[in-house]
């Protein structure tokens, strides 16, 4: 008997200190017993069979390879029914090594928020994590572990599709929702409402020449630091667990074998400790770059440069073992692969319990989550963007008798829900709002509502015209929702003409000779171009694509139950011949001033100016700002410079501004952008109230990379501009920073 209590007491003391061990020290002991083959089989992701964001690939042999261990990740299986079956297989492997599961999580799982460019326009920094986070609560819900997402790619170009896919053009805004959504995705990372972030396309994805997806990308290794990294860093220091490579070369080398970019900058410098997976299919598309022979050297070159996971590409699992015994790859590097993703999975604690995130109860009580319908709703009235109220016709009235509610857009459903919506088949869609539904639940019985579709949205077809004058004839106000598809902005959707497609533009001209008061709606995932109608229409709200509470939150901001208070983050050009355009450029020897154009750097046939510059935002009440302070005119390195400054509601309804704090350093040893954003802040005030906001200047907001790629901050002067938006500056006034 004591014999006995002896060996149970003895294993108990073996078990615990079993639960002592650390992750690392875990970690350790799995290696050790893996072969060759099963840890390729960790660097291994395949799709799923449900669905694919990518061109498909058929593998008959994907269950029998999961029951051997020789795949580590799949992506494309929704729903806990799917992800425990394919986890039940892998625990019919050797050493019983869970799957990681991942998915395209952009901007929402089945609650879909606005696309990630015009949560942008929110500015506001707590919504956007609280989208994030709800997006991870119904996604981990449904068997999810990891989301390919943020997008922080930095973009001035809206030419490349996948624009709609970031936060626009701004370093500094940019970086600050990087963080956002990051904490937003992972809070707790390994509580069951958690999901890892994979920060992507490392990197300068969104410089591609011409705005062309996939295409090369050229540029100084000062801008890189300075312009498109900094979003990355912002990400890393928010806690992400995972980064994913980009398609494009950066200055002729794939950023797949990249070792610049993953072994120096990500796990050199950055001292980054999760892992990378490529892009679909990014390692073997290094052949067609050009830059290896086939697909064995395109394993070579990636396992080398530091991409540890291999997405839909075999690379790894057909050539890594052979390199690994021809001494071309040391066994060390494909360790530390292995040891970065197995580490993941023990953070997430599914080698506790491979099966924690499959709880059916649990996801169709998240998947119908009244909360996350009302925040969806919130965050998309937060980002609609009003360009033009110059009648007041807006807000209109709920007293309204009738109203005529024209255009291609008006009852469409999918188009709310935007690119990158999950696909999912086994739920009705019929929870996402259409404009139509909105407006119709937000009037009630009182207002009659008029429909006529006027048009397709690419058809040259005219035919719709005389309906649509026929209806716009009974009505006292007309509401015209046009724009593009959903399809049209997003991955591989680049476009060389951003125009209004078809004959929408044609129909507004017409339904303007009605006279009647018309509020234009433009659906769309990037900026377009719409000079006419920008020129002669007084009322034009931007709607983007918001998500599945679309129709209310558009009807919100019609009927005044909220008051727009969106800001761009993108500049919107007047021609595609401008761009790339963006607000932050540098000055040249020949500025053109008021339009100048004899010997200055300008159009001869076309305003520098932008139609919608950075920043720009209107609202259905005034701000007035004044009282600009600096408490010192003189800073040193190791100093702080506070401003504040008064703003008041001037207006007749409460609302919301982003008053907006620009710098310009005037003369340094490489030259400086005319403006750059260095904070914000977006603040409610009720009608008549003032409140004083306060600024912080820094050294980090002085300093830029010099040619050295020194984060240096130089002496002397620096204007400092307080405005609504980049080309609506305020206040003004200068200091210096001193040795």
Known sequence: MKKSITLALLFLSVFAFAQQKTIDEKVEALIKQMTIEEKIGQLNQYTGDNAATGPITINPNKQAEIKKGLIGSMLNVLGTKYTRQYQELAMQSRLKIPLLFGQDVVHGYKTTFPIPLAEAASWDLEAMELSARISATEAAASGIHWTFAPMVDISRDPRWGRVMEGAGEDTYLGSKIAYARVKGFQVNLGDVNSVMA????????????GGRDYNSVDMSNRMLWETYLPPFKAALDAGAATFMNSFNDLNGIPATGNSYLLRDVLKGKWNFQGFV???WGSIGEMVSHGYVKDNKEAALSAITAGSDMDMESNTYRYNLEKLVEENKVPIALVDDAVKRILRKKFELGLFDDPYKFCNPEREQRELNNPEHTKAAREIAAKSIVLL??????????????????????????????????????DIDSSYIVSQWEGVERKVGKRTKILYAKGCGVESKSKEGFAEALNVASQAEVIILSIGENWNKSGE?????????????????????????PIVILINAGRPLIFNWTADNMPTIVYTWWLGSEAGNAIADVLFGDYNPSGKLPMTFPRDEGQIPIYYNHFNTGRPSINE????????????????????????????????????KKEMKNNETITVSVNIKNTGSVKGEEVVQLYLRDKVGSVVRPIIELKDFQKITLNRGETKTIEFTIDNQKLSFYNNALELVSEPGEFDLMIGSSSADIRLRDSFELVN
Not at 198 to 209: E, L, Q, R, S
Not at 396 to 403: A, D, E, F, P, R
Not at 601 to 629: C, H, M, Q, R, V
């Open 198 to 209: 994979c920060v992507k396309h490392f990197a300068a994805y969104g410089a591609a020449v």
């Open 277 to 279: 997976v490529s892009d």
């Open 388 to 425: 033009k109220n110059e009648r007041d016709v807006l807000p209109l009235s709920k007293g309204l008798k009738t109203i005529a509610f024209i255009g291609p857009m008006v009852k469409s459903k999918r188009d709310n829900h935007g690119f990158w919506a999950v696909d999912l088949k």
């Open 492 to 516: 591989a959707k680049s476009k060389s003409n951003l125009q209004l497609p078809g004959v929408q533009e044609e129909l507004v001209k017409e339904l303007q000779k009605t006279g009647k």
């Open 596 to 631: 100048d154009k004899i010997y200055k750097s300008a159009y001869i046939d076309l305003p520098n100016s932008p139609k919608f510059p950075f920043g720009y935002g209107l609202s259905y009440t005034t701000f007035e700002y004044s009282n600009l302070k600096l408490s």
